[in-house]
């Protein structure tokens, strides 16, 4: 069965670093999402896109955190300087732009600030 | 604003028993609901979903039934196991976006 791949899966870094995450989605799913979950709440979206388009960034700190996906298949989320209040856990699902839409996520990158 | 809640943070139930969580939404504009189980470390499981034009749809062992009128989602797990010990979530979509609103989650624990 096709998954979303992450890595890595830990991460501990320093505050003031810099600290980058790689999704590679199920293939063929043209639609690719970034998530960040905090401890005990549900996900909640940074960013989307459409092959190697951003259709929704609303909620991406644009000045410490930035993602790509070059060529609309895999992507990076990256965030410098990390703080403290980065730490949670970093998910990246994918879907089909045909539908019926439902995301598939992957094991996700757990990012720990010291 | 757009809210997805639970009603339960945490649901203990015996094995063997029959499970329901619940979940309220305030947008009216949704038209897709999913349920996501997510195990400790793990990432959400897609588990059902249904679209606003259902009141009910039926998987393995699970069953979701949407009550528009009073905006109320609930998954039914029939004969809890132990592996179905996790932390379920729900998630609405609005009509024309692709984005999922996710609640807060519900923990279910089963006791063999």
């Known amino acids: 069965e096709a998954e979303v791949a992450q890595s890595p899966r830990y991460k501990i870094t320093e505050k003031s670093q810099a600290v980058a995450f790689w999704c590679d989605p199920i293939s063929g799913h043209a639609t690719l999402y970034w998530y960040r979950q905090i401890l005990g709440q549900g996900p909640e979206l940074l960013v989307q896109f459409q092959d190697e388009s951003v259709v929704d960034d609303s909620q991406l700190p644009k000045d410490r955190f930035s993602a790509e996906r070059l060529k609309g298949v895999d992507s990076t989320l990256k965030i410098q300087p990390a703080e403290l209040g980065d730490s949670a856990m970093y998910l990246c699902a994918s879907s089909s732009s045909l539908g019926p839409y439902e995301q598939y996520f992957g094991p996700g990158t757990r990012l720990t600030v010291t | 604003g757009e809210s997805v809640g639970l009603h339960l943070p945490t649901l203990s139930v015996q094995e063997g028993d029959n499970s329901i969580i619940n979940c309220a939404y305030s947008?009216?504009?949704?038209?897709?609901f999913i349920w996501y189980k997510q195990e400790s470390g793990k990432g959400p499981q897609f588990i059902i979903d249904?679209?606003?034009?259902?009141d009910k749809r039926q998987g393995q062992r699970v069953t979701v039934l949407l009550n528009k009128t009073v905006k109320h989602l609930s998954l039914q797990i029939a004969a809890t196991q132990p592996g179905d010990s996790a932390v379920y979530f729900c998630?609405?979509?609005?009509?024309?976006?692709?984005?999922?609103?996710f609640g807060t989650g519900t923990r279910l624990l089963v006791s063999p």
């Open positions: 249904i679209r606003s034009n259902m």
């Open positions: 998630a609405e979509r609005r009509t024309g976006f692709q984005k999922l609103v």
């Open positions: 947008n009216s504009a949704s038209d897709y």
